[in-house]
Each structure stands twice: as C-alpha cells, then as structure tokens.
C-alpha cells in the first residue's frame, strides 16, 4: 500500500525556519515518482507550493515560495524534505504532500490537486509575528 507521512510541523516566529519532511511506503525512489508539497490556509483553497520527480532537472516553486522553500530528496531514506526559511505569518497552513505514481517528472499542471494519487494527513505550521 502507498502511503506518504508528513512530519515536521510546529510553531516558529516569523523569520524562522522549519524543515518539514515526507516520508513515502509501499514505493521507492528508485523507481520513478513526483512528489508535490501543498498547503491550506483556514478558510483558503488548497495551494500547490512545490514538486520533485525522478526526472525533473530543477524542482517546481510556487512564486510565493520561490526563493525561500527548498524541495529536496534522500534517496536513502525515501523521504523528501521541504526547507523553509525566512517564514512569514502568511506561510500558516496545514502542508501536505502528495504522490503521483508511475510518473518521472512532475504533472505539467503541478498544483493540480487532482493529478496526485496519494496523500497524506497533513501537519500544521503556525508561523508568528
């Protein structure tokens, strides 16, 4: 069965870093995969922020994102992590990651919510001003 964990989550004051990791089962990375990272704000739509694959030469960032998130991989551990720095009040949600199997590179439409298969629980990242 595939199944992908999120953890990390927490509360930091604004300007903070969290690293948040995802942790997949019933799959390697090995084999060919996209894993993208969401969020959802109360009261907010569910938002795509980033995605890796096996095959994609650079990550996916959404602009809110860019410059401040990193999305990488541990093959080792079957785990991808999201960096994130320089964190903002705005950047309160619960983050998800999702997985779409079969695939070596990210959807085209990336935030597409629809066009992962896999997802997990979600953990809360409270940011402070």
């Known amino acids: 069965e595939v199944q992908v964990v999120e953890s990390g989550g927490g509360e930091v004051q604004a300007g903070g870093s969290l690293r948040l990791s995802c942790a997949a089962s019933?799959?390697?990375?090995?084999?060919?995969?996209?894993i993208g990272w969401f969020r959802q704000a109360p009261g907010k739509e569910r938002e795509g922020i980033s995605c890796i694959s096996s095959g994609d030469r650079t990550p996916y960032y959404a602009n809110s994102v860019r410059g401040r998130f990193t999305i990488f991989s541990d093959k080792a551990k079957n785990t991808v992590y999201l960096q994130m720095n320089s964190l903002k009040p705005e950047d309160t949600a619960v983050y998800y990651c999702?997985?779409?199997?079969?695939?070596?590179?990210?959807?085209?439409?990336?935030?597409?919510?629809?066009?992962?298969?896999?997802w997990g629980q979600g953990t809360q990242v409270t940011v402070s001003s």
């Open positions: 999702a997985t779409v199997l079969a695939v070596s590179r990210c959807p085209t439409a990336w935030t597409y919510i629809p066009n992962y298969d896999h």
């Open positions: 019933g799959f390697t990375f090995v084999d060919d995969y996209a």
